[in-house]
């Protein structure tokens, strides 16, 4: 069964930093993009950024220069460098693979991330 497993998130104050991680098992992911999603209390979910199998990647105009993502195909990882952390940053975070620009797997519980001002 496939699966994706999003942890790393906390509390930390604004201007902090943490790193996600999101492992997918069940097959292997290396030739599919993947993305780091957020969604904050009343919205909806949407798009951070991605990084294709090649390592691309493209950020959302609110994370530029802040969030880094990065994977590991050989661990089928992938991963969220989020410095400068604002409030607004807070969030449930998850992680997919994509297919084109769609997530294609049942969404994981993600991991809740709080930013104090």
């Known amino acids: 069964q496939v699966q994706l497993v999003e942890s790393g998130g906390g509390l930390v104050q604004a201007g902090g930093s943490l790193r996600l991680s999101c492992a997918a098992s069940?097959?292997?992911?290396?030739?599919?993009?993947m993305g780091w999603y957020r969604q904050a209390p009343g919205k909806q979910r949407e798009l951070v950024a991605t990084?294709?199998?090649?390592?691309?990647?493209n950020y959302a105009d609110s994370v530029k220069g802040r969030f880094t993502i990065s994977r590991d195909n050989a661990e089928n990882t992938a991963y969220l460098q989020m410095n400068g952390l604002k409030p607004e940053d807070t969030a449930i975070y998850y992680c997919?693979?994509?297919?084109?620009?769609?997530?294609?797997?049942?969404w994981g519980q993600g991991t809740q991330v709080t930013v104090s001002s």
């Open positions: 997919n693979v994509l297919l084109g620009p769609r997530p294609i797997l049942v």
């Open positions: 069940g097959r292997r992911f290396s030739g599919n993009a």
């Open positions: 990084i294709t199998s090649t390592g691309s990647t």
